[in-house]
Nanobody, 124 residues
């Protein structure tokens, strides 16, 4: 099991920026995929972005051009830079891990291990 810890959530004004970080402190399979998934309680989870071991990225249409996923710290940190935030981006954001590259990397069922989540709140 891969241990994931998210940080960087908080509050921002509409149009502002936040950067989320996911610390993956455990061994990761060489062909891994990491994703950011968000959820409002009582609603379905929504895949936001993913990045695989080769650096290939995928984004939800709702965040394209505003969010950027990347890797840092010898690929132990998965970052999500969120710019031009909108109130509808308000959610709990989870970092998730898959030990392979899923066919649908923005679907929550693609991921095996999850962090505890970090709250993002955007006010208008």
């Amino acid at each position: 099991q891969v241990h994931l810890v998210e940080s960087g959530g908080g509050s921002a004004q509409s149009g502002g920026s936040l950067r989320l970080s996911c610390d993956a402190s455990s061994y990761m399979y060489s062909g891994y995929c990491m994703g950011w998934i968000r959820q409002v309680p009582g609603h379905e989870r929504e895949g936001v972005a993913s990045i695989d071991a080769d650096g290939k990225t995928t984004y939800a249409d709702s965040v394209k051009g505003r969010f950027t996923i990347s890797k840092d710290n010898a690929e132990r940190d998965i970052l999500l830079q969120m710019d031009n935030l909108k109130p509808e981006d308000t959610d709990m954001y989870f970092c998730a891990y898959s030990d392979g590259v899923p066919s649908s990397p923005l679907r929550d069922y693609a991921y095996l291990d999850w962090g505890q989540g970090t709250q993002v709140t955007v006010s208008s």
